[in-house]
């Protein structure tokens, strides 16, 4: 599985940072261009699969640990959730971002970067574990 | 007969038609799974298409242009796909337990060892 | 903390689905099976009474509509209830809360401790997903909350404890996918001519378009697409294998609240979209719907005759029963479509009941075989006795609820002048006395095999579900004002007849 | 009205179509539905849904495409030949059927690119006019993603968490031997 050829090790070195910048730009741009949570989602996990493609599903198992993976994708749907509870509390109906700041086109934007922020994590984390699962299949079966 | 206004929505119906082909009369699994995404994707070609306005463009809002396409049907098919997608996944992963459990993935043989189980 | 109280009562609908949704979420990060199952089971009760509180508001003060994200409708998504999804959603709720009380018991059996909390994650998530299409207002939401109910239903239909678990989760899944996409087809042709994805808006635009051929091949994708989730007869092929091979308590979950679900979504596209003039009148669509019910009471009930496995057996009746609905609602008539809502409300308590019993069985004795059930009844009394009442009610025998739903689509038939058919419904309940006697025949009037273990009696978490389930049963077979007079009133509505 | 590039995509689609249906090889038939999936993608484009091209692009042809590699190496990349006629007849006859149903129902719906469409009309307006300043953002895709039909998109992350719940479901079983899991029939099956 591990690739132990060096060009391709220290380019995607570079290459891994690089498309994790590019996911939260896409992540944070997605209000003026192109883009949004899920698409930044999708590109943030294919970093993490690209990490373990490269340095191998142990490794990748480190630095990306399982659990937590399981911890965010869990917390994304839940913090897209919260605000619309957040909504309720404030005094609005759910997910009513208007009423979480004082001005509603504020409160619009908090919203909207909240929920966005929300389905970015749990779909990155989600692809990622889907991936490790899948290729961890393939290793047990191996021995 | 022939309405090139239509002509987009008639290739889409066909291309749609291949995929649920594929998933009808094809046995083996990856292939019915690939037929359903075929399937799925027209009809978000549907959708979009139905988005489109003669000269518009994205709907962006700047301040040089005047007629955008309609964003709804874009919003609704991100969603589509999201589905798609994640039905895909769990499909696959199914797939992958058919094999172990099965030494299979063509459905003929499938049925026959279950018809063996059975009898 | 004053004033709380009101707004919480307020924001009901959109809780009614967000609680439940947040607390599967919870469910996956708890790794104790047992608190997951607490906290699963509470949520589920806490649904049933928000459900019940949201029906008695109806009731009381009509219509319910809730606009989420502030946005009024048709820009925003509405929550809508009324009489017929309050009823739906009492269901759904309410076999939810009852079966995933028993699943503490049951559910060990079938599925290593380990995956529990991920398991009652997704059975939070699948009655979420049911939930949710029941109460949505707009048809694009209809269409994304199936998909969680459906992808849920899936994985957990794949936890049945044989292989032949898994082919039949993913053949379900391929029917499924393939029913989901023509819906959102469908719903894509009908949003293609108003321009609108809310259901009260787009009937009345679609009012003003008339039927041309897109609204036509519109209504044809729609009914085929949530006839396949329905389960409708020659679409049905994927429900008996899923309910066989699926653990029992996902059995007797799915087969009282996915099926009357997508019941739901076909009245609400046909009756509150389209309209009785359209769908009826101009597109002729009783003249399907009517023979393929009725082809499914005989063929469903005639096939379930042979089953050797009885959880299959009841999956097969399940399909005729499936008809009896789909008739009441192809005679477009008040009394034909209340006969379909109470007999959607009655089957469910009497299917998830039987199946309960099949959990009971599959507890104690490992098998639901019917040569596994020689003797059952005197091994195992207070279950089989709780079978013989379902079966009874199955069959149509007065005082429980089945007589009720009988006796409405019977006068229905008639009303309408419909003598055959009148004739046909009570011909196929005793098609149901066949397949319900051979039970009670084995189980009471046949010895145990001298080799058979012990049985021991069911245990009392399985029990309770079961009895409680047989209890409403017979309530609802006695009381019908509940049951039948909410149904046809929603009747009333669907049908624009006051 | 219609573009040539339109043409020339769909063209291609529907080849793509009839060769991933013919082709034996599934590894060659996974390649073929990314670019299936990246023609769609350049076709969305075209049509003005940037939005949707990106992300069609990263899931179709991204994800969806690895997804599949790993499980055709975890199974089997060689289709067997099945020549069951009856169920191609059988497909052909429905897709016939469904198809000229669905061309049918073209016929009364508004021409491709018609500003006239009742779409255009009734709810996207306001979703054009006013949304960059209810909102304050402009990309209206995302205002009406993330605020008008946030709900919907609720559910689309649910549908993605439900999805990782069933794999992760399904992947907890160790992978079992045939003849284990044989044994963890029930009784009243194994011995019918």
Redesign the interface.
Known sequence: MVVRHVILRSLSKMLIPLIMLFALYVQFHGD???GGG?QAGVIFGAGIILYSLIFGLPKAKMVFRPRVLQYLMAFGVFLYGSVGLAAILKGGNFLDYSHLAHDPVHGQHLGILLVELGVGITVASVMAT?FF??TE?RRREDV | MF?????????I?????????????????????????????S????????????????????ESFE?????????????????????????????????????T??E???REL?AG??G | MHGSGLSISAHLPALQIAVPLLSAVICVLIRKARAAWLLATTVAWAAFAGACVLLNRVILHGTISYEQGGWSPPWGIELRIDLFNALVLIIVTGICAVVISASLTSLSMEVPEKRHNLFYAAFLLCMTGLAGMTITGDV?NI??FL?ISS?SS??LI?QGAT??A??S??QY??MG??G??LL??GI?ML??VTGT?NIVDMADQLAMVGPNRTVLVALACVTVGTSIKLAVFPLHIWLPNAYTYAPAIVTAFLAATATKVAFYVLARFIFSIFGVELAFEQMHLDRVLMPLAIVAMFAGSIVAIYQTDIKRMLAYSSVAQIGYMLLGLSMATVPGLTGGIVHLFNHALMKSGLFLVMACVLFRVGSTHIDAMRGLGKRMPLTMAAFVIAGLSMIGVPLTVGFVSKWYLVSAAMEAGQWPVAVLILLSSLLAVVYIWRVVEVAYFQEAPEDAPAVKKAPIGLLVPVWTLVFAIIFFGIFTSLSAGVAGDAARMLLGAG | ??DII?VIL?VF??AI??A??RLRD?FA??ML?GI??LL?AT??TV??????AF??AA??AG??TL??L???S???SE??P?V?RR??M???V???I??AA??YG??D???????D?P??HH??PR??ED??EEIGI????TS??ASY?GY??W??TT??L???I??ML??A?P??S?RR?DEL?TPG??T?
């Open positions: 003026y261009g192109p899920f889907i699962l899948f299949r | 309405d090139p206004g239509l002509f987009n929505y008639w290739i119906m066909i291309l749609m038609m291949t995929g649920l082909y594929t998933v009808i009369v094809k046995g083996n699994l990856i292939k019915k799974v690939i037929g359903l995404g075929i399937f799925q994707v009809v978000i070609m549907f959708f979009v298409s139905m988005g489109k306005v003669r000269g518009g463009t994205a709907p962006i809002a700047s007629v955008y396409s309609n964003p709804v049907p874009h919003v609704l098919m991100l969603t589509a796909i999201v589905v798609a997608v994640a039905t895909l996944a769990f499909a696959l992963a199914l797939i992958v337990r058919i094999k172990e459990a099965y030494d993935i063509e003929d043989e499938i279950e189980e059975e | 694009f269409f994304v998909e992808l899936y994985a794949s292989r032949r898994l082919t989760s993913i899944l391929v996918t393939i989901g996409t959102l087809l894509g949003y293609m994805l | 009205m219609i339109h769909f689609l529907a179509g009839v991933i249906i599934l038939a996974v539905a299936f999936s769609s076709l969305f049509m003005d849904a940037v939005d949707v992300t069609e899931v179709g994800i969806s997804l599949m790993a499980t055709l975890l199974t089997s289709e067997k099945a069951n169920q191609a059988i497909g052909l429905v897709v016939t469904t198809g669905l061309i073209t016929l719906m508004p021409r491709y690119g018609d500003p469409a779409i255009h709810m996207a979703f054009i949304s960059p402009p990309n209206e895709v009406i993603l039909r919907d998109t559910g689309e549908v993605i439900a999805a990782a069933g794999v399904l992947f079983a992978p079992v045939r899991e029939f099956e194994g019918g």
